[in-house]
């Protein structure tokens, strides 16, 4: 294994370890799929077992936003979220890589710990799928952002038992 990607991978066990620390013991976790016009919203069961689509919200202005997802965390009872990090396949900082970082340090009020997660594959995943499972072009539309969130959590809560 290169060094870099030893690097990495002790840089992502340790972000994990800091997550998993600030979580009570068990809880729903929210995935997130933050796009700029919508962000999906995925849930887990309590136990960290299974994540499942929940919602999308069409983005307005952030302020919105937040008080949107304020209202599903609440209702949820979510105690931390894990957000998809847009990265490019060499994993280095995409063009959205910004504004998701910037979205999830902006989700602060919210007072739950965050997990940046690597969501790259995650819409042609969930996309390859709904294609697969012969869903119309409308149906795709309306699923894909809360599928992807659903992917990215579940890829998260996989790794808690990784690491």
Known sequence: MDEKREENILKKQEELRLFQEALPRKGRLAGLDV???????????????????????????????????????????????????????DGSDSPRTQSVRAFAKNVAPLSLPVLMWDE???????TRTLLEADASRARRSEVV??????????????????F
């Open 35 to 89: 796009g700029t016009k919508t962000i999906g919203l995925a849930l887990c069961d309590s136990q960290w077992i299974i994540a499942s689509p929940a919602e999308t919200i069409r983005r307005k202005k952030f302020t919105l936003d937040l008080e949107l997802l304020r209202q599903f965390v609440e209702k949820q009872q979510v105690k931390g979220l894990v957000i998809g990090l847009p990265l490019n396949l």
């Open 120 to 126: 790259r594959w995650s819409t042609k995943a969930v």
């Open 145 to 162: 952002d809360k599928m992807a969130a659903a992917y990215i959590l579940q890829g998260a809560i996989d790794s808690f038992a990784m």
